[in-house]
């Protein structure tokens, strides 16, 4: 199995900037996509997004694209999500998963994703 921890969430007015991290550890080899979505009381949890394990592919949701980054340092075994002029909209927990099955396309959906992180807040003030 593969283990996820999240950091780097806190408090920020708009406009501003975070950086969130997700270090794997246990079976990494495994993984073949990394991804990070949200989730605000009462939603979904919804896509955000990912990055493959190996190569240089990425993929965006629509309202982040342009905004944020995804981006890895394998030898650390950890994502990186920069976020850049952050908005109250984006307030929400955000949340790394791992997707250890290999396929085409880009994994968007919840359920691809076999393992998650515990989710760290991210609050985003007007």
């Known amino acids: 199995q593969a283990q996820l921890v999240e950091s780097g969430g806190g408090l920020v007015q708009a406009g501003d900037s975070l950086r969130l991290s997700c270090t794997a550890s246990g079976r990494t080899f495994s993984v073949y996509t990394m991804g990070w979505f949200r989730q605000t009381p009462g939603k979904e949890r919804e896509f955000v997004a990912a990055i493959r394990w190996t190569g240089s592919r990425t993929y965006y949701a629509d309202s982040v694209k342009g905004r944020w980054t995804i981006s890895r340092d394998n030898a650390k075994n950890t994502v990186y999500l920069q976020m850049n002029d952050l908005k109250p909209e984006d307030t929400a927990v955000y949340y790394c998963?791992?997707?250890?099955?290999?396929?085409?396309?880009?994994?968007?959906?919840?359920?691809?994703?076999?393992?998650w992180g515990q989710g760290t807040q991210v609050t985003v003030s007007s």
């Open positions: 998963a791992a997707d250890v099955t290999i396929k085409l396309t880009m994994a968007i959906g919840v359920t691809e994703y076999e393992y």
